[in-house]
T-cell receptor, first 116, second 117 residues
Framework: AQSVTQLGSHVSVSEGALVLLRCNYS??????LFWYVQYPNQGLQLLLKYTTGATLVKGINGFEAEFKKSETSFHLTKPSAHMSDAAEYFC??????????????FGAGTTVTVRA | NAGVTQTPKFRVLKTGQSMTLLCAQD?????MYWYRQDPGMGLRLIHYSVGEGTTAKGEVPDGYNVSRLKKQNFLLGLESAAPSQTSVYFC????????????????FGPGTRLTVL
């Protein structure tokens, strides 16, 4: 089974500063990779995903993530934080081998706080 | 389209009581999932279904049962609730259009917050 590690359970940034959320996965075969966002008292919604092709993926709300196979990483960034980015962010992977390709493994999540 | 809906939104149970959580989706998705979310643990898969009439165990299935009698509905049951089942429960659905096309996103409901006293 895939393992997903999100470094840092809480991140605090100033409005306008860079947001960087780290995600590493454990697999010798690159999985499909996702970032989800959860706003307070809501369900998860997809920010972006990587399957194949270009390793820099752009998502909604100005977020982007870069797949680095050599580092088994899929870090999420946003150049300039906005107050509305305060939320919990989850990295997830799906293992497209062996018939479990429709299941996602989630990281523990990173809560982002934005300071005015 | 309503997407994925969950009923109820909140519930408080006493230890030993039973209840059923209902998930409904109007997107004609084949796959449906039940997760629980606990602080610091992300989302853990309880049970899932790859089609009407089929269900399978996920990562943490003990103490839960599920049924998928209709394609659009996925029910999660707790036969004898325990305090360890206090959590937020999310239902999700997804579709597939080929053998290895799991990269399609999962669509989540708003969640059910369950407290077991």
């Amino acid at each position: 089974a895939q393992s997903v590690t999100q470094l840092g359970s809480h991140v605090s940034v100033s409005e306008g500063a860079l947001v960087l959320l780290r995600c590493n996965y454990s697999s010798s075969v690159p999985p499909y990779l996702f970032w989800y966002v959860q706003y307070p008292n809501q369900g998860l919604q997809l920010l972006l995903k990587y399957t194949t092709g270009a390793t820099l993926v752009k998502g909604i709300n100005g977020f982007e993530a870069e797949f680095k196979k050599s580092e088994t990483s899929f870090h999420l960034t946003k150049p300039s934080a906005h107050m509305s980015d305060a939320a919990e962010y989850f990295c997830a992977v799906s293992d497209h081998r062996g018939g479990d390709d429709y299941k996602l493994s989630f990281g523990a999540g990173t809560t982002v706080t934005v300071r005015a | 389209n309503a997407g994925v809906t969950q009923t109820p939104k909140f519930r408080v149970l006493k230890t030993g009581q039973s209840m059923t959580l209902l998930c409904a989706q109007d997107m004609n998705h084949e796959y449906m999932y039940w997760y629980r979310q606990d602080p610091g643990m992300g989302l853990r898969l309880i049970h899932y279904s790859v089609g009407e009439g089929t269900t399978a165990k996920g990562e943490v299935p003990d103490g839960y049962n599920v049924s998928r009698l209709k394609k659009q509905n996925f029910l999660l049951g707790l036969e004898s609730a325990a305090p360890s089942q206090t959590s937020v429960y999310f239902c999700a659905s997804s579709y597939t259009i080929g053998p290895y096309l799991s990269y399609n996103e999962q669509f989540f409901g708003p969640g059910t917050r369950l407290t077991v006293l």
